[in-house]
């Protein structure tokens, strides 16, 4: 089972910042909060991760809050492409360990 | 450096046949995991292996499907006697231990 909670649906306005919640409040010390998002019926794209630290990169930010149990992913300007399904996943980088992907977020974006 | 490679990306299958579905990974990666994902579903973990090795296959169905990655050569999804019910979109994915990335994936078809 998923150890992640995530918003089913959420709209974001063309242009505008989205951020996208997640809560992990049983996440371990080792583990790490990966994001993924899935365009339609694509092949997943990995987006971005971390594991206590602020993350950023081209294409996303990623805020951990100082207690590990909640991030969000953001999406500084959205555009139509972005409309997507987001999934937050937690995952120790351990030998053995997979990827264990919930029902995410579908995100719209809309002109 | 290309990407995770999946062929084919599209078979039909009748019922009764095999199905195999191929998979490169990136270079460099030793980890493969492969999913399913059935039509308005999510993706669901069903393997994972290293070479030549069998790490995780807590989510292969007990019959018909097997699942190798040689020590040269790609990361096979093997399905017997495919049914109706197997026609989904598989996915692989690959790593060399951090965030892995996957590739279109194959559909499958069973008429």
């Known amino acids: 089972d998923a150890k992640t909670t995530q918003p089913p649906s959420m709209d974001c306005a063309e242009g505008r910042a989205a951020n996208l919640p997640c809560n992990h409040s049983?996440?371990?010390?080792?583990?790490?909060v990966y994001w993924y998002r899935q365009i339609h019926s694509q092949g997943p794209q990995y987006i971005i991760h971390?594991?206590?630290n602020n993350e950023t990169n081209e294409m996303a930010s990623l805020i951990i809050t100082e207690d590990r149990k909640s991030s969000t992913l953001i999406l500084p300007h959205a555009t139509l492409r972005d409309t997507a399904v987001y999934y937050c996943i937690v995952r120790a980088d351990n030998y053995g360990q997979n990827f264990v992907f919930g029902p995410g977020t579908r995100l719209s974006v809309l002109p | 450096n290309a990407g995770v490679m999946q062929n084919p990306r599209h078979l039909v299958r009748r019922r009764g046949q095999e199905a195999r579905l191929r998979c490169s990974p990136m270079?460099?990666?030793?980890?493969v995991y492969w999913y399913r994902q059935l039509p308005e579903e999510g993706l669901k973990f069903m393997v994972y292996?290293?070479?030549?090795?069998?790490?995780?296959e807590s989510g292969m169905p007990k019959e018909r499907f097997s699942a190798e990655f040689p020590k040269e050569g790609p990361s096979i999804l093997r399905i017997q006697q495919v049914v109706r019910g197997d026609s989904a979109a598989y996915f692989c994915a690959s790593s060399s231990g951090t965030e892995a990335f996957f590739g279109q994936g194959t559909r499958l078809t069973v008429v």
């Open positions: 292996l290293q070479k030549e090795n069998i790490i995780d």
């Open positions: 049983t996440i371990s010390g080792n583990e790490y």
């Open positions: 971390g594991l206590k």
């Open positions: 270079k460099g990666h030793s980890h």
